[in-house]
C-alpha cells in the first residue's frame, strides 16, 4: 500500500475533472474502483471527497490505516472512518504488520484492535493484515502461520473479520485456502483483465487520482462483498441533517464536544461554515471547488451583493455558491481582497 505524499492544503481546495492511473484515465475499459484505501500519506479525508469518489467514481469501499507494528497508530484513522460513514460507504481498516513470529502477530493484532476501536471502527468491519516486510517475503508459506495467528487474534480480541494483503508475487504468505486481497499492477489495467478473481479483491493501480483529493489513491476491484458485508450505510450529502453542538465558543459534530466541526453543516434550518471548531464569519469558504461566504453572524448568504466594488451573485436556488466566476479565476481575487 505504497503512496505518494498528499500535500495539504490550507482549507478545502478541490477541482473536478477525471480520474487518471498512471497515464491512463478511468473509463468503461478499466477495471472497477469499487474500493480505495488511504492513510496518512494521503492526509485527512472529508465526507465531501468520499461523495465525489462515491458518486462520480462508483467507489463502495474505503479502507483506512489503523496502525502499524505495537506503537504507531494513524492520526487521520478515526477522521477517515467519520468522513466514510457520513458519505455513505463501507469502512474497513487495516495494519501494517512486522511481526514475522505467532507470537509477535498476536501482539500487533491486539495493538490494533485497540486502536480501531479507539477510532471508532464498527465491529462489522474487516481489519486486514498489511504483509509487505522483505523479512515476511522472504519467508514465503512459512509466513502463512503468523498471518493466520493475526487474523484470529483479531477476531478474538475485538470481533472484527479479517484476511491478508499483499502482493500478487508473494501469495504464498497468505493463510492457505483462504480469500486475500493481492495487489499486482498491469501497464495498461483494462476492464476484461479480473486479475485474481478467486480472491476477495484486486489492487490494481497505486495512482489514483480524484479531482477533489490532492495526491494519488490506491484503487480496488471487488469480487465479493467481504469488504461490504454486514454494514448498515446511509447515503447522505453534505449537510444533510447535520447537527452541531457548542461548548466555550467551539462547535463539535458530538454531544460529547471530542470531535470539532469542519466544513459546511447544515444547523437550525440554515448553513454555515467551520474550520476546526470556529465558525466562519465575514469570509470566504472555498469547498468542493466553489466559493461561498458567510455573513456577518456565520450563515451562508444566497442572493446578489456588492462587497469591495465588486457585484456577486449566490442565486436563490439553495446552492450557496458563488455563480459568476470560476474558482480558479476566484483565487486570486479573494487573496486580494482579503488583505
Known sequence: ?????????????????????????????TPRTDMVDVSNHNGQMTTPEFINMRDAYSVKAVTTKISEGTTYHDWTAAGNIRAAQEAGLYINGYHYLHATTVAGAIAEAQYAVSMAQADGLPVSAALVADIEEPAQMAMGAAMQPVAKAFEDAVMQYGGYRSTSYTMGSHVDVTPAGEKAWVASYPYTPTSTQNYYSTEHSWQWGSNGYFPMSLG?????????NFFTADQAVIKKNPGDGAT????????????????????IKKHMGSYWSFAN????????????GMYYWSDGDGKLV???GTWKGYTWDFGNDGTYYVKNATPKSLNKLVEQLNK
Open 216 to 224: 494519488r489513491f490506491d484503487v480496488n476491484q471487488l469480487y465479493d
Open 244 to 263: 452541531v453542538w457548542s461548548k466555550g465558543g467551539v462547535w463539535y459534530t458530538d454531544k460529547s464536544f471530542k470531535h470539532k466541526v469542519n466544513g
Open 302 to 304: 444566497q442572493g446578489k
Open 277 to 288: 471548531g470556529k465558525l466562519i464569519k465575514s469570509n470566504w469558504t472555498n469547498s468542493w
Open 1 to 29: 500500500m505504497n503512496k505518494f505524499i498528499k500535500l495539504v492544503a490550507v482549507g478545502a481546495a478541490f477541482l473536478f475533472g477525471t480520474t487518471t492511473i498512471s497515464t491512463a484515465t478511468v473509463h468503461a475499459d
